[in-house]
């Protein structure tokens, strides 16, 4: 049973330019949720995917952008990179109530990308 | 005040010692509650999820203390693999799904 994938394992961008990340759900779940994570600080909410739609949204700039495709794997998209973009993403996946009744919110998480901006 | 809010660390036990931490929340609607552990530079991995008053699993044990907002994770006989940072999170609100919010994470190291 494969568990939450993530690619690539890193990247460098230079500051401007655009990244697309990608992250495969385990299978059975449904939903998808990106996280940001800073050097020495928790998991920082971006978004949340289920249905193909963005679902719920943390307090990140339009800059940063998904999708989910009818597989249920989805893409986060971060435009005009700044310095401060430099972070590990981190895709966890679950599944929906619909499928897993009380215990639908327990996510799991990819290995991460860990993105640095220069 | 933060919405999640850990122990500062680094907690230093030896081997065997038992260790606790502490995590507050701030809005009481919440629901779900999860701890994870975290290896360097690895993806936190979930240990223990609590939805009513408390969990156990072999040495670890949470409890839920809804009146004052916060959980706890209890360690039992610590082993040396147990060194790791925990987070703690928080579901906020009741929806189908949802997001985490993250405790800053208490590193703990055990010593031999």
Request: glycine letters at 8%; a neutral charge.
């Amino acid at each position: 049973d494969a568990g939450v994938t993530q690619s690539p394992t890193h990247l460098i961008k230079t500051r401007g330019q655009q990244v697309t990340l990608r992250c495969s759900p385990k299978s059975g779940h449904d939903t998808v949720s990106w996280y940001q994570q800073a050097l020495g600080q928790g998991p920082q909410f971006i978004f949340q995917y289920y249905e193909e739609e963005e679902r719920q949204r943390g307090n990140f700039p339009d800059r940063f952008s998904g999708h989910q495709f009818p597989n249920y794997s989805s893409e986060l998209n971060v435009n005009a990179l700044l310095l401060g973009d430099s972070a590990l993403y981190l895709c966890a996946s679950s599944p929906s109530f619909r499928l897993a009744g009380t215990s639908y919110n327990e996510q799991f998480f990819g290995p991460g990308t860990r993105l640095t901006v220069l | 005040r933060k919405e999640v809010e850990q122990d500062p660390g680094p907690f230093n036990v030896p081997e065997g010692a038992t260790v606790a931490f502490n995590c507050t929340y701030s809005n009481s609607a919440s629901q779900s509650f999860f701890w994870y552990r975290q290896d360097c530079r690895k993806e936190p991995k979930l240990l223990m999820s609590v939805y009513s008053s408390g969990n156990e699993d072999g040495r670890f044990t949470a409890q839920l203390n809804r009146a004052s907002q916060y959980i706890s994770l209890l360690i039992r006989d610590s082993k040396l693999s147990d060194s790791a940072t925990y987070l703690c999170a928080v579901n906020p609100v009741y929806n189908q799904g949802g997001k985490l919010i993250f405790g800053q994470g208490t590193e703990l190291s055990v010593k031999p």
